[in-house]
């Protein structure tokens, strides 16, 4: 079955195209990028090299240089294909690889170029450092509610819990064995290696407190000031901004900042907390599918936390700006800022409410292009999840 299909589209049509640029695929864990990449490979009918640095041995410049010649060996008229797999691992990647593709530049040889990342961070850095003007960059973000319905039949209430990682689908009929495997599988590991690749840590266990504290509060605003009441060792409002950018950087954990139409404003603000992926969120709650959804509280929060999730998995590809808005006791729970176009969005998913309503105020004061309710007696959570958030930008 071909997944992700509007990416595979992406990346199969830059391949295919004369144009000479190397291809980024980078995203958090489990997304499915190298399944994507072999699927693209498969349809591109050229020699592959594939190689990962992700395996237990030693990786240096030298093993990139190895296989890109490997590469060069299997071209045919039409080319070849090399996919080096989690390239932030190896030191100082981007400087070799730009000495290679300048390489066949110069020698006019065909090795068409695909590295992958977990760390979209540390890959940007090394594109910017060296690579300037030979690369285009796909995101994958965490599969959405759509995806996940085709994939694998299920319905939007299953997404809302389970959130958008396709390995822990087999599991959910055993809510144990898909706890432990989200923790095990996917929390640890991206926490204890790919955070820590991205920048020097010096508190790890705080680091782990603080995404535990984020996925308990996501959708609410948390100052950094708050935060250090909640944390032990807590150290500086600075320490726990830095480590809430590491957060967002490896997929897991984002502060949405606030709408103040003043980017000064928006950078002082205190951050709007958000699970990239609600499995995060009912991996740590203790409450199992049929619990969660018949608390009619707990469903309401983590209703707000997917509708969340879903606006910032798509700013986090790039397509907008994502914020939110509060004055005094009146909130707007998204600001979307797309080029020239505002569209505010309301979430009411059932849930107690601590703030009125901000929408009349933020209207008067801004005068949004687009406005919308989800939830209640406005489009229905379901039907908001379902669809692309780039839809919304186009009108």
């Known amino acids: 079955m071909l997944y992700r299909r509007r990416h595979f589209a992406t990346l199969f049509n830059r391949l295919a195209k004369p144009v000479r640029l190397i291809q980024v695929v980078a995203g958090p864990r489990q997304v499915g990028k190298t399944t994507l990449v072999q699927q ?78 977990s760390s979209p961070l540390l890959i940007q850095r090394g594109l910017s450092d060296s690579l300037a003007g030979r690369f285009e960059v796909l995101l994958l973000p965490h599969w959405s509610a759509l995806e996940m319905h085709e994939a694998f039949g299920w319905s939007v209430s299953q997404s809302i819990f389970y959130g958008g990682y396709p390995g822990a689908a087999p599991l959910i009929a055993d809510h144990e064995r898909w706890v432990r495997y989200v923790r095990d599988s996917l929390i640890e590991p991206t926490l204890s290696c790919d955070v820590l690749l991205l920048s020097r840590v010096d508190k790890p266990a705080l680091l782990r407190r603080m995404f535990e504290l984020g996925c308990r509060y996501s959708g609410q605003i948390f100052s950094f000031t708050k935060m250090l009441g909640q944390l032990q060792d807590a150290g500086n409002t600075t320490t726990l901004a830095h480590y809430l950018d590491l957060l967002g950087a490896a997929g897991m954990l984002t502060g949405v900042p606030k709408y103040a139409g003043d980017v000064v404003h928006r950078r002082g603000s205190s951050p709007k907390l958000l699970v990239l992926d609600t499995a995060f969120f ?88 687009r406005k919308l309710l989800v939830g209640s007696d406005g489009m229905a959570v379901d039907d908001f999840l379902r669809m692309p958030v780039q839809n919304w930008c186009e009108f």
């Open 40 to 117: 693209v490979c498969d349809e591109m009918r050229l020699p592959v090299q594939y190689a990962s640095a992700d395996e237990p041995m030693l990786r240096g410049p030298e093993w990139i240089a190895q296989q890109w010649e490997m590469a060069r060996l299997k071209q045919t008229d039409a080319g070849s294909l090399l996919v080096l797999d989690e390239i932030q691992k190896i030191p100082a990647w981007s400087e070799t690889v730009k000495r290679l593709w300048d390489e066949d530049t110069l020698h006019k040889t065909f090795v068409k170029v695909v590295v992958l990342g």
């Open 282 to 369: 009912s991996a740590q709650a203790g409450f199992g599918f049929d619990q969660a959804q018949a608390d009619r509280e707990h469903w309401g929060h983590l209703a707000e936390a997917a509708v969340g999730a879903h606006l910032a998995n798509a700013a986090t590809a790039g397509q907008f700006e994502l914020f939110y808005w509060r004055e005094r006791k009146r909130e707007v729970d998204f600001v979307v800022c797309a080029g020239r176009k505002l569209i505010a969005i309301q979430v009411k998913s059932g849930r107690a409410q601590s703030v009125l309503p901000g929408m009349h105020a933020f209207d008067l004061a801004f005068k949004p292009d």
